[in-house]
């Protein structure tokens, strides 16, 4: 047992105040004016000696009484011991050199390859491509998980799946330096950003430099009656978005030799099929104003009105659609995290009990269950 305030330990010297009391009601000896002898009768010797033992009992519970309420102060606490060991993984893809830095810090009785397989480190193992996630599931009966990798936590392969044991993920760059290059425009303004990644440091340079031509996007659009009110709204509403968004999204009217690349959108404004496309907005009478259906296939509600999209910000909704295929690229440069749509069904917070369990709760219990007894052997003497 630990205490958390041990200098309350010192108030153990307590109990000496029941003894001392006990020991001076003892010596202290009671005159009762009384006004003839013949009144007096002896008195029987069964009484004293059930006298004794019950006064012994009461100062033993007054003594653990006392050290009830002392260790209650000191806050004590059990310090349970680990039940399982930490274990190390090194991925075997780890550059010989880099390896060779945390070997000699590493207890070779504890250090498997990150793999499928229970391998010691001290054994051979193929390189190559690691399925991480399996790799980890193979060791939850560890507490903890410390893995050596060069790999980024949203480079896992494999299905993601809440996993038992608490993941230290030391992520080791490779020697050479890697350095991409992206840029992030605003209104009449680029910031240009650099990321410089190497064995030692992961950094970001941001520079201002002049602006450049804005990104354009064409958006196909397909409107036949009864759609052609439905499709001077969606026009009004690309209108207001290219006021404020650097990215300029051009209307394009179908036609049969149109040619569509890869970034442009499609909205389909009637009752045919809709063709497939990588981007699409088509007709959908069960979907709200706009739904997402997949990724970049949107359904869009015909039956809406000016005052509804007014209501609802129609051309927020169209363009936290239309900008999110390029939201997606830029969080492509950042593998630090795992965004939250990535886990898999059933995760959630997990805690972990602590080493470390404070008892206070129990020394408190004890302290009134012994008030309550002293108490009641007290009274039971008294009436004695």
């Known amino acids: 047992m630990n205490f958390g305030t041990p200098t309350y330990l010192y108030a153990l010297a307590a109990i000496s105040i029941p003894i001392v009391i006990h020991l001076w009601s003892k010596n202290t000896k009671t005159r009762v004016p009384f006004g003839s002898l013949r009144f007096l009768k002896e008195t029987e010797t069964k009484t004293t000696k059930h006298l004794f033992p019950s006064e012994l009992l009461l100062l033993l519970i007054r003594i653990v009484l006392f050290s009830c309420l002392a260790l209650l102060f000191a806050a004590p606490f059990i310090q349970k011991p680990a039940s399982n060991k930490t274990v190390y993984l090194v991925d075997p893809n780890l550059e010989k050199e880099a390896f060779s830095k945390i070997k000699d810090q590493l207890n070779a009785e504890e250090t498997y390859w990150l793999s499928p397989m229970k391998v010691a480190i001290t054994d051979p193992i193929h390189v190559g491509n690691v399925d991480s996630w399996s790799s980890l599931k193979s060791f939850e009966d560890y507490d903890s998980l410390v893995v050596y990798s060069t790999q980024l936590l949203k480079q896992f392969q494999g299905n993601i799946t809440p996993l038992a044991s608490k993941v230290n993920w030391i992520q080791i760059p490779i020697q050479d330096k890697n350095e991409t290059l992206f840029e992030l425009s605003k209104k009449n303004q680029n910031t240009q950003i650099n990321v410089l990644a190497n064995s030692k440091s992961l950094l970001y340079e941001h520079k201002n430099v002049a602006s450049g031509t804005n990104k354009l996007i064409k958006i196909h659009l397909k409107a036949n009656q009864p759609y052609e009110e439905l499709a001077t709204l969606v026009e009004k509403a690309i209108a207001a978005i290219n006021q404020s968004n650097p990215i300029t999204f051009e209307l394009v009217n179908v036609k049969e030799s149109t040619q569509f690349s890869p970034d442009d959108w499609l909205i389909w404004l009637s009752s045919e099929p809709a063709p497939m496309r990588q981007k699409l907005i088509f007709l959908d009478a069960h979907s709200n ?96």
């Open 289 to 384: 104003l706009l739904e997402k259906k997949t990724e970049n296939i949107y359904g869009l509600n015909p039956e809406i009105s000016v005052d509804k999209m007014l209501q609802t910000n129609f051309p927020l909704q169209l363009e936290t659609a239309l900008t999110a295929p390029l939201n997606s690229e830029l969080n492509e440069y950042d593998l630090r995290t795992i965004p939250k749509a990535y886990l898999g069904e059933g995760s959630g917070l997990q805690k972990s009990a602590l080493a470390d369990q404070p008892i206070t709760e129990w020394a408190l219990i004890a302290f009134l269950i012994l008030l309550l007894v002293e108490r009641l052997v007290s009274q039971i003497i008294i009436k004695k």
